[in-house]
């Protein structure tokens, strides 16, 4: 079975400074991991995703994810965060050896003040 | 142009209803997808089409019956609707069927049943 978990619901961060949103797996077989973002009243949008080769993935609007797979994390970060950031993050996780569908995670909302 | 179209954008209906959401994708992709994402934002497979073939029915309740007339288009027909169907409903696509492939979601319909 495959699993993801987003521990925080919320994160809130000051313009201009850096945010991590975190994200754990637990799947049998190497990890398929994906971030996507759901603005309001949107549908959700992919940011990057991790298949294999560089831990360190670089995906839409400045954002990156480091895999890191002692720790079975792949957390979501941008060095300098914007108002215009602030959505809901979803974390979603396959694997090689299960289902081709994504799991996703709870979401976590990402606020960032002015 | 809209990658991921779905009709209507709200639907607010009775229970004990019938009403069909409709889902087109002009990608080009084999694969769609129905998400049901409750009131706390928790995203939920529903079912998968390849080619217009059904490969993914996630214990939905039978009321629920998706039609692919072809692989552009997946609508989703509701019978007797209950309370408990109120939610937000997103189609999505991916090239194929296949484990790491990015989903491109369409912009939702909000139901509410009264």
């Known amino acids: 079975a495959q699993s993801v978990a987003q521990p925080e619901d919320q994160v809130n961060v000051a313009e201009g400074n850096p945010l991590t949103v975190k994200c754990t797996y637990s799947?049998?077989?190497?990890?398929?991991l994906f971030w996507y973002v759901q603005y309001p009243n949107r549908g959700l949008q992919f940011l990057l995703k991790?298949?294999?080769?560089?831990?360190l993935v670089k995906g839409s609007y400045g954002f990156e994810a480091e895999f890191n797979k002692s720790q079975t994390s792949f957390h979501l970060k941008k060095p300098s965060a914007l108002v215009s950031d602030s959505a809901l993050y979803f974390c979603?996780?396959?694997?090689?050896?299960?289902?081709?569908?994504?799991?996703f995670g709870r979401g976590t909302s990402l606020i960032v003040h002015p | 142009d809209t990658a991921v179209s779905q009709t209507p954008k709200y639907l607010v209906t009775q229970m004990g209803n019938d009403k069909s959401i409709k889902c087109e994708q002009n990608?080009?992709?084999?694969?769609m997808y129905w998400y049901k994402q409750d009131s706390k934002k928790f995203l939920k497979i529903m079912f998968s089409?390849?080619?217009?073939?059904?490969?993914i029915n996630e214990t939905v309740p039978n009321r629920f019956s998706p039609k692919s007339p072809d692989k552009a288009h997946l609508n989703l027909h509701i019978n007797s609707l209950e309370l408990g169907d109120s939610a937000v409903y997103f189609c999505?696509?991916?090239?194929?069927?296949?484990?790491?492939?990015?989903?491109?979601f369409g912009p939702g319909t909000r139901l509410l049943v009264l």
């Open positions: 089409y390849n080619n217009k073939e059904l490969i």
């Open positions: 999505a696509s991916s090239q194929e069927v296949r484990r790491g492939e990015t989903q491109y």
């Open positions: 799947v049998s077989g190497n990890p398929y």
């Open positions: 979603a996780v396959t694997t090689g050896g299960g289902s081709y569908i994504p799991t």
């Open positions: 990608l080009g992709h084999d694969t």
């Open positions: 991790y298949i294999t080769g560089d831990n």
